[in-house]
């Protein structure tokens, strides 16, 4: 979407000038000036009111307003136990400090239920070895989950995870799946952002996701956080945050400091950033990596300093990952 607002101006029309009234018609004056002071206030009022329509119905057609890029890092606020043994592929707030995830890598591929502060795995389902499994929310009672290499999914009931449905959707591969509660949002590693009927699988809109010029590849694991659609970018240490109305970069996340740390502390089995969930009740935002021992709730913190030309595009964009 393009950036910009819509400014109008109101011009006042001052009145033509009247020759002076003699001195005795003076004292009808100032009846005169209310009269065409009230109207002056009439017209002013209703002009507020049509621009404020206009200013309704052009927000209500954007769905965004000019919203500058924003850059942000990150707070730790906690950080929980995770099984470093997960190939964390998809990852969702499931309610009562409860997570549902999905993980990866032929043989170990699972969906699983996972309490927040203890890390343990409270019901498991291990997927079939031919798959491989990627990207994993929830919509009403149903689990919806992707696979790698293929255009196969599967549909848990999220209270046991053992009954489940085959079906085939139309992305180019199986990456990353949100929601919103009333479609799917998915992702297959290129810079599209596919926009799903729950129902039918069918795709009903894609966009292209851009950050100025440049196409974000490689679209990974998403979350639907307040409007936006999150990604992570594969083999980066940044979350895109995305218009899913045009497929618009409206902000940056860094997090390079959460895999550094977890380096530094001896942890050199870890793969890349990957996950991301969001308590909606309270608006906690938890994230993790494959094979990260650790689940992080972080605060989001915007970075004021101004940052080089590129250097965003270094961090944050890579080449396309061709399957």
Known sequence: MATGSLRRRLNKRSSDRRPQAPMASRPNFPSYYRRTSLILFIFLILGVFVLLGISSNMWSTVGYGAISTGIYSIEVVNAFPHDP?????????????????????????????????TG???????????????????????????????????????????????????????????????VLFGSDGTSMLYKIDPQTLKVIDKHVVKYKDHEVHNLNE????????????????????ISHYDGRVLGWILLPNLRE????????????????????????IFVTGKLWPKLFE?????????????????????????N
């Open 222 to 241: 998403l979350e639907f956080i307040k409007g936006e659609v999150w990604a992570n970018v594969y083999q980066t240490d940044c979350i895109a945050r």
């Open 85 to 117: 043994n997960a190939f964390t592929q998809g990852l969702l707030y499931a309610g009562h400090d409860t997570l549902f995830e999905s993980t990866g890598l032929y043989g170990r591929s699972s969906v699983r239920k996972v309490d927040i502060q």
């Open 261 to 284: 740390g977890l380096l530094a502390a001896g942890n050199h089995g870890i793969d890349v950033l990957n996950g991301i969930a969001w308590d909606s009740d309270t608006n906690r």
């Open 120 to 182: 343990k795995v409270e019901v498991l389902q291990e997927m079939d070895s031919r798959y491989f499994g990627e990207g994993l929310t929830l919509l009403g009672g149903r689990l919806f989950q992707v696979t790698w290499l293929t255009k196969i999914g599967f549909e848990y009931d999220r209270n046991n995870l053992s009954k489940f449905e085959k079906f085939t959707h139309q992305m180019q591969d199986g990456w990353g799946l949100a929601t919103d509660g009333k």
């Open 298 to 322: 972080i605060k989001l913190h915007p970075i004021k300093k101004r940052f080089k030309d590129g250097a965003i595009e270094q961090l944050c964009l890579r080449k396309a990952f061709f």
